[in-house]
């Protein structure tokens, strides 16, 4: 299994960013991709996640309303659209993948490489 994450950046307080998770080196089509955070000094905490057979989707509250997650699956791929981002969205975004969706990091068995995404006040 291999993640590809994509899409991060500087962006001013407000901005808007796309994050893109590339799955590949599998053929099993019942999974769920999930993204989590980390900034400087604090654990990684689970952002979003969906289920790439039922559509189902989760949200940390701090992102609900802002941030919208989708999955392309003749792609295998799937987007983390963010809005209306703040300073304290900054951190390191990372795709996992796992079999249901979750928010809890330690679940989730093959991890991406990262993505910074800094956000200006």
């Known amino acids: 299994v291999q993640l590809q994450a994509s899409g991060g950046g500087l962006v001013q307080a407000g901005g808007s960013l796309r994050l893109s998770c590339a799955a590949s080196g599998f053929t099993f089509d019942n999974y769920a991709i999930g993204w989590f955070r980390q900034a400087p000094g604090k654990e990684r905490e689970g952002v979003s996640c969906i289920n790439r057979r039922d559509g189902n989707t989760g949200y940390a509250d701090s992102v609900k309303g802002r941030f919208t997650i989708s999955s392309d699956n003749a792609k295998n791929t799937v987007y983390l659209q963010m809005h209306s981002l703040k300073p304290e969205d900054t951190a390191v975004y990372y795709c996992?993948?796992?079999?249901?969706?979750?928010?809890?990091?330690?679940?989730?068995?093959?991890w991406g490489q990262g993505t910074q995404v800094t956000v200006s006040s």
């Open positions: 996992a993948l796992d079999w249901a969706c979750a928010l809890t990091p330690n679940l989730y068995d093959h």
